[in-house]
Structures are given as C-alpha cells and as structure tokens.
C-alpha cells in the first residue's frame, strides 16, 4: 500500500509563472488535507479537502491560490503567478475519516526565483 | 482558536542524554494530541499519540502523557541516539472531528555522537 505520494519533490518556478502541486492520498482515503512550511516555522494548515468538495478552506490565501480533490485524480494545489515570499515547503496528508490518523507526504518544496 | 506552544530550539545534547520537549496546548473542545517527527529532508511521521486524559503515547522509546489539568503533552525519552536528530511537532486536533492538526513550532534536535 503506497503511502501518500506527491509530485514533484522540488520545483523551481520564476515570478509570475504558476506552480501545480499534486497530491495523490493513499488507496482508501477520501479526506486531504495541505499544509504549508516556510523557512524554520511550522506547519501551517491551507485547505481541507473530501472528493469534489472543499471542506474548509480559512488558511488559503485570498487571492492566487486554489485547490481541488476531482472525483478522478490527485488533489491538485495550484498558485497563480507565484512570488518569492511563496517559497516554502508544502505537505499534503490524507486520512480515512473521523478520528482516523493523518498520513503526510514528503512535501514539495518551492523555490521561487 | 486552538494553539500549541512547543519550547524553543535547537536543542542539542550528547547520545544517552535525557530528553524532555515541552508542548502545551490551547483547545475549545477536547482534542486528541501528537507528536510528529521530521527528519531532514522528508514529510512528517506519526511519532506517538494520545486521544484522552492521562493517556500516555510511546514509540522508539519516545513517551508522552496527555496531562488535562496542566493543558500538556510533554514528549520525553531517557536516552537518546544520534538517529534521534530530527525536528519534533507538537499538534492537536479536536476529537470526533476529521479536521486539521494545528502544529506547534517544532523543535530541533541534534544529538551528538
């Protein structure tokens, strides 16, 4: 059983250009969750996420940031026009349900330049 | 909100060094507690856990009592190994709830052969 997989593990983008993070949860998990590291902080909840629905989405930036978790397919992070202060380490995890143990990926680290 | 508030690092100690990484935590509700470990370059893992009161998570020789009264999730091990070297998480998340973990800072930990 696979765990959590996300591509790609680094990804180098210029300012301006979009960046796409996937997030495939492992077999059986309908719920993801992605989470954002900057430089020697914490993990910083972004989005929740079930198929086809956002669950809650209060630590998304407002603007230039979006997710989706298709009914087909990985959970799919997608920053617009992206800018240095974007640089940062982001984890997707993924859970069964309710009171069922979250699972995390290795990450994909963004470097903007 | 709910918070968690982890005592600052770097920590460094020598092998068989005891550890102690303090956590304590701000919850509306009843939350379950966790540590999670990171080792350089990778996602988080599930270190230990504990889902009510007087609870005691342990793992790798790791432990941690959930303490209601004093609002804490101390994690502690009596001797540590250079393999210990990681970035230890405090986080919680509300009980009967598949919502998100809320993190701590983390602590870095390096221990010296």
């Known amino acids: 059983n696979a765990g959590v997989m996300q591509n790609p593990r680094h990804l180098v983008r210029r300012r301006g250009q979009e960046a796409r993070l996937r997030c495939s949860p492992m077999?059986?998990?309908?719920?993801v969750y992605w989470y954002r590291q900057l430089p020697e902080e914490g993990l910083k909840f972004m989005v929740y996420?079930?198929?086809?629905?956002?669950?809650?989405e209060s630590g998304m930036p407002k603007e230039r940031f979006s997710a989706e978790f298709p009914k087909e397919g990985p959970s799919i992070l997608r920053i617009q026009q992206v800018v240095r202060g974007d640089s940062a380490a982001y984890f997707c995890?993924?859970?069964?349900?309710?009171?069922?143990?979250?699972?995390f990926g290795q990450g994909t680290r963004l470097t903007v330049v | 909100g709910d918070s968690v508030t982890q005592m600052e690092g770097p920590v460094t100690l020598s092998e068989e060094a005891c550890l102690t990484i303090?956590?304590?935590?701000?919850?509306?509700?009843?939350?379950?507690l966790f540590w999670y470990v990171q080792y350089p370059g990778e996602g988080l893992q599930l270190l230990l856990k504990?889902?009510?009161?007087?609870d005691k998570g342990s793992n790798k020789g790791f432990e941690a009592t959930y303490r209601k009264e004093t609002t804490s999730f101390h994690l502690e091990k009596g001797s540590v190994q250079v393999s210990d070297s990681a970035v230890y998480f405090c986080?919680?998340?509300?009980?009967?709830?598949?919502?998100?973990?809320?993190f701590g800072s983390g602590t870095q930990l390096t221990v010296l052969p």
């Open positions: 077999k059986g998990h309908s719920h």
């Open positions: 504990a889902t009510k009161a007087d």
């Open positions: 986080a919680l998340r509300e009980r009967g709830s598949a919502r998100q973990l809320t």
């Open positions: 995890a993924s859970s069964a349900g309710d009171n069922t143990e979250a699972f």
């Open positions: 996420l079930q198929k086809e629905n956002i669950i809650d």
């Open positions: 303090n956590c304590t935590y701000t919850a509306t509700g009843y939350p379950s």
